[in-house]
């Protein structure tokens, strides 16, 4: 698959990091986030409003990504 490049838009002081969508490149949106007990990090799902693809991942997952 295509590596996309992450989307980042200033919000105050914030950065909001809104990711790619994977069908057709639009930017996607923050849709729920769903906490978890135990130290799992919390449940991030995003959706595009373009293609209507949604996407969950582990929040932990992007800052690891947004690290390398």
């Known amino acids: 698959m295509l590596a996309l490049p992450e ?7 914030h950065t909001i990091v809104r990711p790619p969508c994977p069908n057709c490149g639009r930017s ?5 986030t769903t906490p978890r007990k135990g ?3 919390d449940l991030r799902t995003y ?4 293609c209507g693809v949604w996407s ?3 929040a932990s997952e992007r800052a690891e990504r947004g690290a390398a």
């Open 7 to 13: 989307l980042k838009r200033p919000v105050g002081d």
């Open 28 to 32: 996607m949106h923050l849709t729920r």
């Open 39 to 41: 130290g799992l990090p």
């Open 47 to 50: 959706s595009c409003g373009e």
């Open 56 to 58: 969950t991942e582990a």
